[in-house]
Nanobody, 112 residues
């Protein structure tokens, strides 16, 4: 099982930026798909972004143009650059490798 540790969350004003990191316990170079998810209070966990080894990325419609997912190709880290943050982006953010345990998440709070 691959262990994942998210970091980089915090409190930021609307319009600000944060970069989240997700460190895996193994090299991610051969892991085909990695995703970022989030869960806001009282809501279900939802998919936010995905990156694949073929270079493909995809985003939830509401974050397109504001969030960018990338991976440290030869290393073990996936990033989520979040710009122009909105209050509705407030959530716990998780990275995810299909079939492996969820990490503990990192809290992102966007104030108005």
């Amino acid at each position: 099982q691959v262990q994942l540790v998210e970091s980089g969350g915090g409190l930021v004003q609307a319009g600000g930026s944060l970069r989240l990191s997700c460190a895996a316990s193994v090299s991610i170079s051969s892991i085909h798909t990695l995703g970022w998810y989030r869960q806001a209070p009282g809501k279900q966990r939802e998919w936010v972004a995905i990156t694949s080894t073929n270079g493909r990325t995809d985003y939830k419609e509401s974050v397109k143009g504001r969030f960018t997912v990338s991976r440290d190709g030869a290393g073990n880290t996936v990033y989520l650059q979040m710009n122009a943050l909105k209050v509705e982006d407030t959530a716990i953010y998780y990275c995810r490798i299909p079939g492996h345990p969820w990490g503990q998440g990192t809290q992102v709070t966007v104030s108005s």
